[in-house]
């Protein structure tokens, strides 16, 4: 079983830079292994695919709206993986989820699939 802890978040203006942690533990996993997904939620909306990140780092996917925006990175000494979100813009305000995948490679991009969620961390643009 996977425990998944995100911070980093927070209140900023819009075209501002923020970086999202993930920090994963847990005795029956391998973090190397797992593809690593982040979502985002926004009040009143369902829970979506931001960005994916394969087992070894090599491959990341991003949601269109995100591209070129934001990057996704892992460290799997550390058991961490990152979001780092530049020129946010009012429309990214949500709850940020970092979870994981079953598989060691993004094939998935449906919450439903992951597993391990944690409490998520705030990120509020103003515009």
């Known amino acids: 079983q996977v425990r998944l802890v995100e911070s980093g978040g927070g209140l900023v203006q819009a075209g501002d830079s923020l970086r999202l942690s993930c920090t994963a533990s847990g005795r029956t996993f391998t973090f190397s292994n797992l593809a690593m997904g982040w979502f985002r939620q926004a009040p009143g909306k369902e829970r979506k695919f931001v960005a994916g990140?394969?087992?070894?780092?090599?491959?990341?996917d991003y949601e269109d709206s995100v591209k070129g925006r934001f990057t996704c990175s892992r460290d799997n000494v550390n058991n961490m993986v990152y979001l780092e979100m530049n020129n946010l813009k009012a429309e990214d305000t949500a709850r940020y989820y970092c979870?994981?995948?079953?598989?060691?490679?993004?094939?998935?991009?449906?919450?439903?699939?992951?597993?391990?969620w944690g409490q998520g961390t705030q990120v509020t643009v103003s515009s």
């Open positions: 990140i394969s087992s070894n780092g090599e491959n990341t």
């Open positions: 979870a994981a995948s079953p598989t060691s490679r993004i094939v998935y991009y449906s919450s439903g699939y992951y597993y391990g």
